[in-house]
């Protein structure tokens, strides 16, 4: 048996950010889960302090299928002190203490981007006992767990546990589709194809979201990682229906090109 393992997440939630590098005002989330989201979520079940090394969690591959893609939400909002205070910086000095702003500002606006109602499956290779823990943490977490953002908690257990011996491509296509009852029934054929990508050094997409660290203080630097495009075709559960079918072949995203971009 190999000492290696892939560990099977299911993410999904009302609302779930992947913002990666975005900053300041505008924080955007992508159309399915970043390296850094996952690995800030494996890091908060385990209980490590933001400024702990993730060289080990760096080491791990990823591999995301988008079971159910969601839809996007636009969150605008002002930020202010009800004590007619001025608001500080988003950064902190050396003894962690937010700074001031160099202008004065009383009221802060922005916009939040989210994803609602998405499902994806998330699968992780690397050494099995790292997973192990990871599973065992995903189980028992010390920090509450979100999506990518505080205020997105997820819907269910993440962990859907280890596959032995298995490589990420093969643990995408093997996992049963983990989609909503109500998104199935728009899908009535026996079977559906999902947009997955894996990390991958011959990729052809290099992708901006490894973290360096989630210190506050010293700021995270994300650096690429490659990864490559593929699709997944999965039974559906649904009997064979001929009409049903055809009309999902004829949808069948594999022939949009605009269906990468999650449009």
């Known amino acids: ?3 290696r393992a892939v560990l099977v997440l299911r993410l999904a939630a009302p609302l779930q950010s ?7 005002n505008r924080r955007d989330t992508r159309a399915q889960p970043t390296k850094s989201g996952i690995l800030g979520l494996l890091s908060a079940a385990q209980g490590r302090p933001r400024e702990t090394d993730l060289t080990d969690l760096l080491g791990l591959r990823l591999g995301v299928r988008v079971d159910q893609p969601g839809t996007l939400l ?4 002002t930020v202010s002190d009800h004590r007619g ?8 000095d050396a003894k962690g203490v937010q700074k001031k702003n160099s202008a004065g500002k009383y009221t802060g606006v922005t916009w939040r981007y989210y994803l609602q109602d998405a499902v994806f499956t998330a699968v992780l290779h690397g050494p099995a006992p790292l997973l192990e823990d990871l599973d065992h943490a995903l189980r028992q977490p010390v920090f509450p767990l979100s999506l990518g953002r505080r205020s997105c908690p997820p819907t269910g257990p993440i962990s859907l546990g280890l596959r032995p011996d298995t490589d990420l491509q093969t643990a995408l296509s093997d996992e049963p589709w983990q989609a909503s009852e109500h998104h199935r029934t ?11 990508t894996v990390e991958d050094p011959t990729g052809d997409l290099r992708i901006s979201d490894v973290p360096d660290t989630y210190d506050l203080k010293a700021g995270t630097v994300f650096r690429e990682r490659t990864v490559r495009h593929l699709w997944v075709t999965l039974p559906t559960g649904h009997p064979q229906d001929r009409r049903a079918d055809n009309a999902a072949h004829s949808a069948d ?3 949009d090109p605009f269906a990468l971009l999650g449009w």
């Open 74 to 77: 636009r969150d605008y909002h």
């Open 1 to 3: 048996m190999s000492d």
């Open 186 to 196: 728009r899908h009535r054929g026996p079977t559906v194809t999902l947009e997955a």
């Open 18 to 24: 992947w913002g990666g590098p975005s900053r300041y």
């Open 253 to 255: 995203p594999g022939h």
């Open 85 to 92: 205070l001025l608001l500080p910086a988003a950064r902190v």
